[in-house]
């Protein structure tokens, strides 16, 4: 048996939380800044860095708490690395080593990307399976990640611009409907017609994505209604730049799966919680019954502690440790990636 006590706080989220096996949760404790950063329209860096210093300490006396183990039980102290904002990293990074000093732990560094890939062991009742396709989309990153075995990450297709959460986070801008964008515009879009038509953007990598173009093409959509003197119908505008955004990347996902026939299929990242992409996806992976198809549980797609301990499991037991020296990361890369 292993226990992790695993720590968080690269964006804007200080989460602890404490994970047995890389599989069972025994908490997770998650404090959002949301609603400080919301009246700014995005999360400001030095905010998120004071608010993560005032809360870990709480956070994380209260996930040891809520877990029913002590600090004796605790075989190792994972904590995100990079990437994310560095004020935001140097906080659970610090207190990640105060905990393995005080309590004589080993220390592991975690890249987050892995934790929310490693977030689909609290989806399914067996290790991940490989070769394994991860479609990995959060607010930085919207990547396809191949994997041949445990902790073996290969990107073989990125975004040229934009990461599809961003692009979310400023069409609900340009919308006027309010920060984080992408659970908005899900629920919006749900409500939408088909009315609006966008482009579909282009891409030379088959694996490859865009979204800067799109994005540029809902402000001028909105642009020239408005000129027109037409009534601007937000729904419709979510639900056109959520369809055309969604069909390049389930699209793309899906050229890989046919290419490359993996065992698994899996998501990752907060965008994996979108209600439309799921669908989408579970149904293109109807054409391929022998391969597994993973999503985490919605809770577990956005930023949390659990997933950096299903993460710091695998990594224990690579025995991947880390020195007191130990630094934060903000730009740091999956092992593998380039
Ligand atoms: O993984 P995450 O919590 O943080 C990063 O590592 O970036 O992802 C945050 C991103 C934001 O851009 C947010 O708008 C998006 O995930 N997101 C969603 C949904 N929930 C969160 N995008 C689309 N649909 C959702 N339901
Ligand atoms: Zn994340």
Redesign the pocket.
Known sequence: MTMILALES??D?TACAVVKDGCEILSSVVSSQINVHTQYGGVVPEVASRIHVENISTVVTEAVKRSGVSMDDIDAVAFTQGP?LIGSLHVGVQAAKTLAWEYHKPLIPID?MTG?IYANRFAIDHDLRFPLLALVI????TQLVWMDNDWDFKVIGTTMDD????A??KVSRVLGTGY????I??KMAKLGKPHYKLPTPRVEGKYDFSFSGLKTAVTQMIAREEKAGNEIVKEDVAYAFQETALNMLIGRTLKAVEDLHPAMVITA???A???R?RVMLAEGMKKYPDIELSQPPIKY???NAAMIGASGYVAYKHKLFGTFDVAADPGLMMPGEE
């Open positions: 690269s964006c989220e994310g987050h929310h959060s607010g930085g990153h990461a599809i959460g961003e979310y986070d984080p964008g992408g659970p515009i899900d990242g907060g965008v919680a979108n209600s992409l797609c956005t930023d």
